[in-house]
């Protein structure tokens, strides 16, 4: 059972446009929501996080909307730039378990100059 | 600050051989927590150490164990090596296991990547 999913393997958009990535999860016992990057022969560097408790937050050109009905979590990146290339996680863990997270297969952004 | 470091970063096994890969977290940093990737696939939870103890532990047959030492560095061992342990393993370290801002956050290291012949 796939606690965390993230349907879409692909995205590609041109440079200056939104990115919008999504996430949704099952388990509602998850406390924070996280996004992290990942480039080839690198390891995941967090990008964004949420509280369970938020339904918005920002950092500059990204912003994290859950949606906690629906299960459902989304990034977007405003504007999209060429350097934004890369697979983005969509991970989710509790309170008192950060070592544990539980993240999708991932969604590899083509940022098209 | 020095991040995450792993080692190795690449080597080759064949089948039925044993691997150590080692992890180094950020210092002061007290749980480090190991992941595989597979092609194609999200990273799957093998295990959490903290202050030397095993807090947590994914779904991974026993062939897959750990260890965490007192300075909080870490080791991963996979014993009788199958081709389907072919997989980059991420370490990664945080700085405390409850609560708090920046908690849930992980850093992780370069990985070390694993192929079995």
């Known amino acids: 059972d796939q606690q965390v999913k993230q349907n879409s393997p692909s995205l590609s958009v041109q440079e200056g446009r939104i990115s919008i990535l999504n996430c949704d999860y099952t388990?509602?016992?998850?406390?924070?929501f996280l996004w992290y990057k990942k480039y080839p022969a690198e390891g995941p560097t967090f990008l964004i996080s949420i509280s369970s408790i938020k339904d918005k937050n920002e950092d500059g050109r990204f912003t994290v909307f859950l949606n906690k009905s629906a299960k459902h979590l989304s990034l977007h990146i405003v504007p999209s730039q060429p350097g934004d290339s890369a697979v983005y996680f969509c991970?989710?863990?509790?309170?008192?378990?950060?070592?544990?997270?539980?993240f999708g297969d991932g969604t590899t952004l083509t940022v098209k100059p | 600050k020095a991040g995450v470091t792993q080692t190795p970063r690449y080597l080759i096994k064949t089948r039925g051989q044993q691997v150590t890969l080692s992890c180094s977290p950020i210092?002061?940093?007290?749980?480090v927590s190991w992941y595989q990737q597979t092609p194609g696939q999200g990273l799957q939870f093998l295990f959490e150490y903290f202050s030397e103890t095993q807090r947590n532990k994914g779904n991974f047959p026993g062939r897959f164990s750990g260890r965490q030492f007192s300075n909080s560095r870490s080791e991963m061992n996979v014993s009788t090596l199958e081709l389907g342990d072919s997989a980059l393993y991420l370490c990664?370290?945080?700085?405390?296991?409850?609560?708090?801002?920046?908690?849930?956050?992980?850093?992780f290291g370069a990985g070390s990547r694993l192929t079995v012949l």
């Open positions: 991970a989710a863990s509790g309170m008192t378990n950060a070592g544990k997270s539980t």
């Open positions: 210092s002061g940093h007290r749980s």
């Open positions: 990664a370290s945080s700085p405390r296991v409850a609560g708090g801002s920046g908690a849930n956050v992980l850093t």
């Open positions: 388990n509602s016992m998850f406390d924070y």
